[in-house]
């Protein structure tokens, strides 16, 4: 069964840190562009950061340069979204999605509709 499952969401202060894990199984991420998604409640979903396991390349959005990064344990068929400096903001559902051999812009702006696999979210909750 082709799937894709986030994990490591939770409660944390503002300024802390958090690492999200998206875990493929049924098929491998060679040569797939992973995406990392949020939806805040009541605001549409927006990408965070999008990484192409075929090239390398990295794509973040807004306030995620310089905070988060999106590294991938090839061996474990997983790719991580590391937050830090995590804000009030931040507060949302995490999901990751591929799509096979796509730019990262491609996968990380625009409506996200082209996307091969979703996962089902993670909560983030940022809070003092």
């Known amino acids: 069964q082709v799937q894709l499952v986030e994990s490591g969401g939770g409660l944390v202060q503002p300024g802390g840190s958090l690492r999200l894990s998206c875990a493929a199984s049924?098929?491998?991420?060679?040569?797939?562009?992973i995406g990392w998604y949020r939806q805040a409640p009541g605001k549409e979903r927006e990408g965070v950061s999008c990484?192409?396991?075929?090239?390398?390349?990295?794509y973040y959005v807004g306030s995620a340069k310089g905070r988060f990064t999106i590294p991938r344990d090839k061996a474990k068929n997983t790719v991580y979204l590391q937050m830090n400096s995590l804000k009030p903001e931040d507060t949302a559902v995490y999901f990751c999605?591929?799509?096979?051999?796509?730019?990262?812009?491609?996968?990380?702006?625009?409506?996200?509709?082209?996307?091969?696999?979703w996962g089902k979210g993670t909560l983030v909750t940022v809070s003092s």
């Open positions: 990484l192409s396991t075929e090239d390398g390349t990295i």
């Open positions: 049924g098929f491998t991420l060679d040569y797939y562009t």
């Open positions: 999605a591929a799509v096979f051999k796509r730019s990262t812009w491609y996968a990380c702006m625009g409506t996200h509709s082209g996307m091969d696999y």
